[in-house]
């Protein structure tokens, strides 16, 4: 199981990015795929989560701001950030849950700078 994230950049506070969180290895559709962030100096943190039946969550921090969504026939998860603000710059990771083990991808980076 692989996870490849990428969509990272440097993006201006009230702005928008999308992160893409594609897998191989695993069908997206049938696990459990969230989003954690990890800002210098923090420890990693939840940001949001898709489950196999397509139910979503999300950290209070995010709520309103970012939507998580999934491509199947693209086998990608997706994370829409609007409305960046700079205490939202970290590295943004993706985990899928396959048979109760966790996988992790390798993380993008978010910067929210003016």
């Known amino acids: 199981v692989q996870l490849q994230a990428s969509g990272g950049g440097l993006v201006q506070p009230g702005g928008f990015l999308r992160l893409s969180c594609a897998a191989s290895?695993?069908?997206?559709?049938?696990?459990?795929v969230a989003w954690y962030r990890q800002a210098p100096g923090n420890q990693r943190e939840f940001v949001a989560q898709?489950?196999?039946?397509?139910?979503?969550g999300y950290a209070d921090s995010v709520k309103g701001r970012f939507t998580i969504s999934r491509d199947n026939p693209k086998n990608t998860v997706y994370l829409q950030m609007g409305s960046l603000q700079p205490e939202d710059t970290a590295i943004y990771y993706c985990?899928?849950?396959?048979?109760?083990?966790?996988?992790w991808g390798q993380g993008t980076l978010v910067t929210v700078s003016s």
């Open positions: 898709v489950s196999s039946g397509g139910a979503t």
């Open positions: 985990r899928i849950m396959v048979r109760g083990r966790y996988y």
């Open positions: 290895g695993t069908v997206v559709s049938t696990n459990f």
